[in-house]
């Protein structure tokens, strides 16, 4: 079951393309509803309008259970949760045949401030002594971090893996806060990356960046991602620039090459953005708009990103959303303690929350058909 139920317009017959392309196009399987139909849709738009397929885990981490594939020298299929495995499975099994993987997992929380929470039966579970009260680099952390790296790669088999999402954010909340986990994270990568580099060499391996917190305060920032430059075989990048600049056309020019140029030898990726095609409001305060968008600013986003990724010679792409989650957000996002944050994002899909193709997705299907080299 597709879900294109409509036509959509702005093509791109009058603009000349390179003929091939060094990036693959991918995007993440996050459902426009809580239901399997909707999960189904997201990834036979994977299957139709991408060449990778997105596994973003970002809802904890089995801190005890994968510490007891170490002490017990057991499997971790005997100490994750039943849900949680089947969940694992589930997304195993549909991944789109011929589609380059990239895997992401994280031992940060969400918000990026300190260690990851739980993953248990159900996702980003309070964290339980003795876990609650352990540095990111406490030797438990790191040993059961390095193990369930290594579980998850066993698990998919990916093409290319993030073992940290948006980890610069943890070194302005360090600033902010007065205290010293960026410090206590620089440990964890200088023990995780030459364990997991031991057992698959050939796998690269990152930690992804977001780009408007660089922006936001280049000079601290720099001396942050140099530290941790030794960890990281590509220069991976989230952006969601929106929030700040409401019209593409506002971007500087080096807003992505700026961050870049930090470590030019190593490969660009774009491992999350977005960029919405209708208000975005803030729902705390109805009718202020924060950012007014329309699908022909998400298009023109969309023709840059392409662009960049031509000029950098860059290797992958990834938009996040597949279809605006109106459905989810209706009936149960909305009602979530940090909905204004997920409300940001409700409408960045290249289809609309009623399926409908938008203008962006040509501009994408465009660069879809050029073969990569």
Request: proline residues 7%; negative net charge; glycine residues 6%.
């Amino acid at each position: 079951m597709l879900i294109c139920c409509g036509g959509g317009g702005g093509g791109d017959d009058a603009v000349t393309l390179p003929e091939s392309r060094s990036f693959y196009l991918g995007f993440t399987p996050f459902p426009h509803a809580l239901t399997l139909e909707a999960v189904e849709a997201a990834y036979d738009a994977i299957s139709l309008d991408a060449d990778m397929v997105v596994q973003h885990f970002d809802d904890g981490v089995p801190w005890q259970e994968a510490l007891d594939n170490v002490n017990n020298a057991t499997t971790y299929r005997n100490t994750y949760a039943t849900d949680f495995l089947n969940d694992l499975d589930f997304k195993l099994q549909h991944n789109p045949a011929g589609h380059v993987l990239y895997l992401a997992v994280t031992p940060l929380s969400p918000l990026r401030e300190g260690l990851s929470l739980h993953r248990g039966a159900g996702a980003n579970e309070a964290l339980t002594s003795p876990w609650d009260a352990y540095a990111l680099d406490h030797p438990d952390v790191i040993k059961a971090y390095t193990q369930h790296c290594l579980n998850m790669i066993d698990h998919f088999d990916p093409d290319y893996f993030a073992y940290a999402i948006e980890a610069n954010m943890l070194a302005v909340y360090d600033r902010l806060n007065g205290t010293n986990k960026w410090a206590q994270f620089l440990n964890l990568v200088q023990q995780v990356y030459p364990a997991i580099k031991a057992s698959h060499p050939d796998l690269p391996l990152f930690i992804s960046l977001q780009i408007g917190f660089f922006h936001a305060d280049i000079s601290g920032q720099t001396a942050a991602i140099e530290q941790i430059l030794p960890y990281t075989d590509c220069l991976a990048v989230s952006a969601y620039p929106y929030t700040v600049f409401p019209d593409p056309a506002d971007l500087p020019v080096d807003y992505f090459s700026r961050l870049t140029d930090l470590a030019p030898a190593k490969p660009v990726v774009v491992a999350e953005t977005a960029w919405p095609a209708e208000d975005v409001e803030d729902v705390n305060n109805p009718g202020t708009i924060v950012a007014a968008e329309d699908p022909q600013r998400q298009q023109q986003y969309i023709r840059l990103l392409l662009d960049e990724m031509d000029r950098l010679n860059g290797r992958f792409l990834v938009l996040f959303f597949t279809r605006d989650y109106d459905e989810f957000w209706e009936s149960e996002l909305q009602y979530y303690p940090n909905a204004q944050l997920i409300r940001t994002w409700r409408d960045t899909g290249l289809y609309d929350g009623a399926g409908n193709l938008r203008p962006a997705l040509d501009t994408w299907r465009a660069a879809l058909e050029r073969p990569t080299f």
